[in-house]
């Protein structure tokens, strides 16, 4: 009869009694690894290649950097108090460890605007509402409206008699009727629900609905058309209410770092890692020169594609998932204006555009409403969008959303002064997004890497179902504390111990 506990509670029994624990990777399951590990008395040590902790946690401000491959580092020059996430921004409300960690470590968070119907969407091409800006409330309330009238007629055709009673059919009609806004006769006709042409204000201006948009056009223009229609709040993940870190995303970084300090190497490049029969020997490099650390135990978070590179004496069967496996392409350009015109003259506020070109989605920021600058994310592109696009020479990018980006916001022209962009696959220690399993993939490489080669234990959102979000990285941490716990400890825990 015992209330279950809280996911978030991870009490394990025993000490590690300061056996050596050494983690490749200081991102955040590195950290978080590290931070839980500490907790039941081992020592570890974070060995960190980048001169900064956090890994794909990263805000890019004023003096940020960055290294692609094949190009020099960049430097972002943005306005002292801006920013913008060029990985993680968004917490989805049921992530309950990646909250739970926010709270622990005491990282104010605030409510992330991910649905906008204000927001637009922008299909280029030749359809009769191609090359225009369309609010996204005019496109979702026009094809519910059509869908639900096309459903309407059919039902009262005696199509679906086999299914339903004719009270059945009464409530559905009753139903689709208040759901796509049918008139009597079951038509679709424009409502304030898709906008106003002109607002409604004071005496005499009772506001003038728009005129909606015909449902041929919507399917000429591929307003349509799967990969672009698109409904946040269909999935699961982008459903409100959403959450962001106040002051970027990488403060949850930060707050991991002030607690680990003392175990992480930072510049600290792991080059070599070897099994032996007691331990593991771990090579890395610094700005000293090549160094060997020994420990009892090794947990690797490094990222597959990076990871494929570096010497190893692991069994073939994990060399062959660490080679298998893959990542998808992701890049975003941070555009930093000298008016957040979006918010004065277009009344977005946080959201996101979206488009069928390179630029694919343009996301506003919810921070600093009503401010005087803002970074918008001008691109955030995926596979072979942000393979093109991450092709392209940093310049060469930033006229890429400026150019597209126009398109949508001619007020770009007056108000840009900057941008930094970063394309995750061309990053050096990261070279890809996040994971992407196959049904083959997931089946036949992913259990290789969730059980320990000999004493190197595997962690990180890519040993999850949880991929491209950090509560995957917090979730793989605390299921390799359990498992390297146990061992130590001669338990049996099984992570989740508390679900
Ligand atoms: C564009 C983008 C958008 C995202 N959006 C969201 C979002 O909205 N919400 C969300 O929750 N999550 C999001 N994520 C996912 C989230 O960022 C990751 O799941 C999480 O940060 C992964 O953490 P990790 O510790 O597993 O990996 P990483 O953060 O990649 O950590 C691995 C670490 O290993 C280090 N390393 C690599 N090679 C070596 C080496 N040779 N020696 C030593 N160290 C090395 C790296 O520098 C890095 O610090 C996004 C990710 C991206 C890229």
Same mark, same amino acid.
């Given at each position: 009869m015992l209330k279950s506990a809280p996911a978030y509670s991870f009490d394990l029994p025993g000490s590690g009694n300061g056996k050596h624990i050494i983690i490749l990777g200081g991102g955040l399951a590195g950290m978080a690894s590290a931070y839980e590990l500490t907790k039941l008395g081992y020592k570890c040590t974070i060995l960190e290649a980048r001169d900064r902790a956090g890994g794909r946690c990263w805000s890019v401000r004023n003096g940020s950097t960055n290294q692609e491959t094949g190009r020099p580092a960049i430097t972002a020059k943005f306005d002292d108090g801006l920013y913008f996430n060029a990985g993680p921004s968004r917490i989805p409300h049921h992530h309950e460890l990646t909250l739970?960690?926010?709270?622990?470590?005491? $990282?104010? +968070?605030q409510v992330y605007n991910n649905v906008n119907e204000g927001a637009y969407y922008f299909a280029e091409g030749k359809g009769p509402l191609s090359n225009k800006k369309i609010r996204a409330r005019e496109v979702h309330n026009d094809?519910? !409206?059509?869908? %639900?009238?096309? &459903?309407?007629k059919s039902i009262d055709n005696g199509a679906l008699d086999a299914a339903l009673t004719k009270e059945d059919t009464q409530k559905v009609l009753e139903y689709l009727a208040a759901e796509g806004g049918l008139d009597i006769d079951k038509l679709y006709k424009a409502s304030a629900r898709r906008g106003y042409a002109e607002s409604p204000g004071a005496g005499n201006l009772p506001g003038k609905i728009g005129e909606a948009h015909k449902l041929a056009d919507f399917i000429q223009s591929g307003l349509l058309d799967p990969d672009f229609y698109n409904v946040a709040e269909y999935t699961y993940e982008l459903q409100m209410t959403m959450f =962001?870190? $106040?002051?970027?995303?990488d403060m949850i970084a930060k707050a991991l770092q002030k607690q680990v300090s003392a175990s992480l190497k930072l510049g600290a490049e792991v080059t070599n890692i070897t099994n032996l029969s007691e331990g593991v020997r771990v090579t890395y490099? *610094? %700005? $000293? !020169?090549?160094? =060997? &650390? =020994?420990? *009892? +135990?090794? +947990?690797?978070? +490094?990222?597959l594609p990076v990871l494929s590179n570096i010497n190893n004496n692991f069994s073939g069967e994990v060399s062959r998932a660490i080679d298998y496996i893959t990542y998808n392409q992701t890049g975003k350009i941070g555009l930093q204006f000298k008016r957040r015109f979006w918010e004065e003259d277009d009344h977005i506020y946080g959201g996101i555009t979206h488009t069928n070109n390179d630029l694919t989605q343009i996301f506003y920021p919810s921070y600093d409403y009503l401010g005087k600058k803002g970074i918008l994310i001008g691109y955030y592109n995926f596979n072979e969008k942000a393979q093109r696009t991450g092709e392209l020479s940093y310049a060469d990018r930033e006229k890429l959303a400026l150019e597209k980006g126009r398109l949508i916001h001619p007020q770009y022209d007056a108000e840009f002064e900057r941008s930094f962009s970063v394309s995750w696959h061309k990053t050096r220690y990261n070279m890809g997004g996040w994971a992407v399993y196959s049904?083959?993939?997931?089946?036949? =490489?992913?259990? %290789?890497?969730?059980?320990? *080669?000999?004493?190197?234990?595997? %962690? !990180?959102?890519? &040993?999850?179902?949880?991929? #491209?979000?950090? #509560?995957g990285a917090f979730e793989s941490a605390r299921s390799v504390v359990s498992s390297i716990h146990g061992r130590v400890t001669g338990q049996q825990l099984v992570y989740p111990t508390t679900k």
């Open positions: 739970h960690y926010c709270k622990e470590l005491g $990282v104010p +968070i094809v519910r !409206g059509y869908m %639900a009238e096309l &459903l309407s =962001q870190a $106040v002051g970027g995303m490099k *610094d %700005a $000293v !020169g090549e160094h =060997q &650390l =020994q420990g *009892d +135990i090794c +947990i690797c978070t +490094i990222p049904g083959e993939t997931r089946k036949n =490489q992913y259990p %290789a890497l969730l059980k320990p *080669d000999g004493n190197v234990y595997f %962690a !990180g959102e890519h &040993l999850t179902y949880l991929n #491209a979000w950090m #509560a």
